[in-house]
Each structure stands twice: as structure tokens, then as C-alpha cells.
């Protein structure tokens, strides 16, 4: 039995190359090491907010990925982020991911904390500065 949890605890790699294989699908996806190897200024997007300007941000589509929570924030209502600034951590029973922020704005909503994902469910709204 010990066994098995510590399996079910412990991705064994090739089950991690599939799940990394998975949130790849999507083009903004990025892995850790690819972060810091490259680092947030390499988010190429024209996402841009002018001043007052209001965005949802919401759950992209993660391939097959699917049961997401979101479990921590980093910012709260009323925080000024940056592109690339980390906003807050979802996971589900095979990974757990930051998410970013593509803009930069004032955060002006946010959803609970333990509030189950769904592709395309709001996750926070954002003004720009």
C-alpha cells in the first residue's frame, strides 16, 4: 500500500514528459526551467492595456489537463503587477503552476481561494494603469 501512494505521490518521468507534452499544446505555455533560462521579458504578446482600460483574465485551455483549484494568491485586490509578475498557483491532482500576469495593471477582482477551474472561468480582472 506504501508503495502505491508513494507512486501516485511521485510521477515517475515518463508520466511527467506526457503531462509537460499535454500543457505544451498550448503555445504560452512555459516550463520552470524555460523561465528562468529566458527568463519573463521573453512573453512575446501585444497584450496591452491603456489607462482605465478593464481585462478578464481567465483559465486558458491546458490540453488534456483538467480539475484545477486555485490554491494560493500572491497579489491581492488592489496590488500593481508587471507582465510576468506571478499572480497566484492552481493545480490539479498531476501538477501544480504559477500563473502569470500578461499585463500590467492594478488588480481590481479576484476569485476565491479552493474555487474549481474550468477553461475559460474568470480567474481575476485587471485595470490598466
Known sequence: M???LIRKLFLNNEKRN??????????NFRTKEEIEKHGTD???SDFKLEKGEVQSVCLPELGNQKGFTLTKWYVK?????KKGDIVCE???ENITMEFESFYRGKIIST???NQKLTSGIEIFKIEGI
Open 2 to 4: 506504501i508503495k502505491s
Open 18 to 27: 506526457e503531462i509537460i507534452k499535454d500543457l505544451k499544446s498550448n503555445p
Open 42 to 44: 521573453s512573453i512575446k
Open 77 to 81: 485586490q488592489g496590488d500593481i503587477v
Open 90 to 92: 492552481i493545480e490539479n
Open 111 to 113: 476569485c476565491r481561494i
